[in-house]
């Protein structure tokens, strides 16, 4: 795996428990990230115990941030096999990534408007409570409905 793309602080190799601590990806996920292929098989100790490198954590920790942010398992894959093949493909990669992050803008873009009409909506409850109004716009007399109309929980 060409760690270059990867330099961030050096580690110790840690355990398998280690790096689900570091990560918050269950044990069981991380077995399954190295059987999927998306990391390399992971070295083990005399005694059996998964030893992860520097480049492995590094790997681990941008593919939580690709899959976090939509890609898909197919895609990380095809990642990881570009990364495998070294320096040559470091255009090819880049590209996969400027695709990935225009794809990250448009949903963000997305969420900023979703976020825009919430907040229309909470708005528009926020003035019919504070004028007592129904939905129809209409002054509500019954203070029992207007207590009910304030409760929050």
Request: some cysteine; overall charge negative.
């Amino acid at each position: 795996m060409d760690s270059s793309l990867y330099r961030d602080h050096m580690t110790d190799e840690l355990s398998i428990a280690d790096v689900s601590a570091r990560t918050g990806l269950s044990r069981d996920t991380l077995r399954w990230y190295e059987a999927e292929g998306l990391i390399p098989a992971v070295p083990r100790n005399s005694a059996g115990v998964r030893r992860y490198d520097d480049a492995t954590i590094r790997m681990i920790d941008l593919l939580m941030r690709l899959r976090r942010t939509g890609m898909s398992v197919a895609h990380m894959r095809d990642f990881v096999t570009l990364v495998d093949q070294g320096a040559r493909t470091h255009g090819r990669r880049m590209r996969v990534l400027e695709d990935h992050r225009e794809e990250i803008e448009a949903r963000m873009r997305e969420l900023i408007d979703d976020l825009d009409a919430v907040d229309a909506k909470i708005a528009h409850y926020r003035r019919l409570i504070d004028h007592g109004l129904d939905c129809g716009d209409q002054p509500i007399t019954d203070s029992d409905v207007i207590d009910e109309q304030r409760n929050r929980e």
